[in-house]
């Protein structure tokens, strides 16, 4: 069975840094393109946004809002994608996924993880 379950988020002040970490089990990451991964966040009533993709070989795309801000990567032998995310603001509060970047190819949704940050 497919699962993602994504860790590390947290309360921070604007301008502090969290890494968040996605494990994937049930899939090997590096066996095709369509685990090309990407992280996606929600915030109460807004709908959900890609911020960042990285495909398997490790080129990368970046949202606006956080370009020169957040790096995502990925290790494929242990089957994890990673967002550091730097000069953190309030407007990056919400619940943080990850998931494969083609919408047909959806893998079952984790629980995410909450990122708060505090003015």
């Known amino acids: 069975q497919v699962q993602l379950v994504e860790s590390g988020g947290g309360l921070v002040q604007a301008g502090g840094s969290l890494r968040l970490s996605c494990a994937a089990s049930g899939i090997i990451f590096s066996s095709s393109s369509i685990n090309d991964m990407g992280w996606y966040r929600q915030a109460p009533g807004k709908a959900r946004e890609l911020v960042a993709s990285?495909?398997?070989?490790?080129?990368?795309t970046y949202a606006d809002s956080v370009k020169g801000r957040f790096t995502i990567s990925r290790d494929n032998t242990k089957n994890t994608v990673y967002l550091q995310m730097n000069s953190l603001k309030p407007e990056d509060t919400a619940v943080y996924y990850c998931?494969?970047?083609?919408?047909?190819?959806?893998?079952?949704w984790g629980q995410g993880t909450q990122v708060s940050v505090s003015s």
């Open positions: 998931n494969r970047i083609y919408a047909p190819l959806w893998l079952h």
């Open positions: 990285i495909t398997r070989a490790g080129a990368t």
